[in-house]
């Protein structure tokens, strides 16, 4: 039996085909892959499998299964760099197809792990295989995306990428819904649940891959004419992968994702006893869940309204508004705090996420505009590197400070207050970094050989 169907050729589009039919495509291995946000819902019941509803002493701690996420996150970033060239070559079927096979063996690998109760093949399942499926899941849609929609490249990977942002809307009731009904008076049922959802995903990750198909090179939408003087910013040249990244803008571009990540992350990280502490009693753990729920939903929801909105405004416009804005905000966080004001805060921070997400769906096109289409997906997998620094760098500030904050003798209520202010200061480093964002010099530029420099090659090679 031979692979072939996921070979490119088999996946350009016929004359006629539905363009809209692709970001559904998108969508099913987003929504599967956006389960990263959830895994949460696993950190208590995984350190309770040998006490069986309390911690035993040979259970493992939170803290040693906290670092399965962030290992994830990790590979998150380091296998959409590394991996970011290949998916150009061998198309999005393929690398969707990959993404499957290990984000499905990254539960399986996981579920032997916690039958033998060895969490290191919990960190090489969940964490190593696992992180591997959400990079390549995460960036294989979204060059495809780019050359379906010349028209409104935000809106495009706006939609594919608000499925991430919303995986958790689905993962954590099913998790939970899973657990409860494989729990048993000697079991709390995690094992099977991961191997449930690892076959789950599995199946509607192939169907996206199944689904996706490229545009013909000689493409464009009907009646759509590409304007004869293009925005600022906006190139129709390309630029090959491997000099982008020796590009000034490439840098810049990724101090402006990591900047606008870490601010967002590291709030997300600590939302619930962050909330429950500054308001000293007045917002119950309910209160609090509701309130990371919410946080869901602007995330997901700003993924796809930002990245609209940057078709009309320009890239670099709707992220001066993520730094202008979010300075404001987390700056009257603390304020608000101490002012008692529960709904202006939630408001604040439902907007501070909202822009979070519009940040992640904003860049590929971003990067679309600065470096053309030719390459793009590998170079927005060579970006994410950003979002594996910021995974670590926010929530380690949040925490850090926090305890330090305390240790010192200040208030829990007032113990966010400098690291909000610190954000502030990470958010006007972002802003810097976009306000010196320049077209890419024509240097750079990537240049078909010539007939004659391809015939020298063959005879020196």
């Known amino acids: 039996m031979t692979l072939s169907f996921l070979d490119r050729d088999r996946t350009i589009a016929p004359p006629g085909y539905n363009r809209f039919l692709v ?144 995986g958790a809307l689905i993962a954590a009731p099913l998790s939970l819904v899973l657990m409860d009904h494989f729990k048993t008076a000697t079991s709390e049922g995690v094992l099977q649940t991961f191997i449930v959802m690892g076959v789950i995903y599995f199946i509607f990750m192939m169907i996206g891959a199944y689904v996706v198909r490229v545009p013909a090179s000689d493409w464009k939408p009907a009646n759509w004419v590409p304007p004869a003087q293009p925005h600022k910013l906006v190139t129709t040249a390309n630029v090959h992968v491997d000099v982008a990244w020796r590009t000034p803008q490439f840098w810049l571009l990724w101090g402006v994702l990591c900047m606008n990540v870490t601010a967002g992350i590291g709030v997300l990280s600590q939302a619930s006893p962050m909330i429950q502490e500054i308001f000293g009693g007045r917002v119950t753990v309910a209160a609090a869940a509701g309130f990371v729920g919410l946080l869901s939903l602007f995330n997901m929801a700003g993924r796809f309204f930002w990245a609209s909105t940057s078709d009309y405004i320009g890239r670099r416009n709707t992220y001066m508004v993520f730094f202008l804005l979010g300075i404001l905000l987390y700056w009257l966080a603390p304020i608000l705090g101490r002012l008692g004001s529960v709904s202006m805060y939630v408001a604040a921070f439902a907007i501070i996420i909202s822009m979070y997400g519009g940040g992640f769906a904003t860049i590929p096109a971003y990067l679309r505009d600065v470096f053309g289409t030719m390459h793009v997906g590998a170079i927005h997998g060579r970006l994410l590197t950003a979002w594996s620094v910021a995974g670590v760098l926010g929530p380690v500030l949040v925490n850090y400070i926090r305890e330090y904050q305390i240790a010192s003798g200040i208030p829990k209520a007032q113990a966010y207050s400098t690291t909000l202010h610190i954000m502030c200061g990470l958010l006007f480093l972002g802003f810097l970094c976009n306000l010196a964002m320049r077209a890419v010099n024509s240097r750079y530029y990537y240049r078909e050989p010539a007939l004659g420099e391809l015939d020298t090659v063959r005879t020196r090679s």
């Open 23 to 166: 970001p559904p495509a998108a969508l099913a291995v987003h929504l599967s892959i956006g389960q990263a946000y959830a895994f949460s819902t696993f950190n208590l019941p995984l350190t309770r499998l040998i006490g069986n509803g309390e911690s035993a002493p040979d259970d493992w701690t939170l803290a040693q299964v906290g670092w399965i996420f962030s290992i994830a996150i990790v590979f998150l970033g380091l296998s959409a760099a590394l991996f970011g060239r290949w998916m150009e070559r061998v198309g999005p079927r393929r690398a969707m197809f990959t993404a499957a096979l290990c984000f499905g063996s990254g539960f399986m690998v996981s579920a032997v792990g916690i039958h033998l109760h060895q969490l290191w093949l919990l960190y090489l399942g969940y964490g190593v295989l696992g992180g591997c499926g959400l990079g390549i899941g995460y960036i294989s849609p979204v060059s495809t995306l780019i050359k379906w929609f010349p028209d409104r490249p935000g809106m495009a990977t706006g939609m594919a990428i608000m499925g991430f942002g919303g």
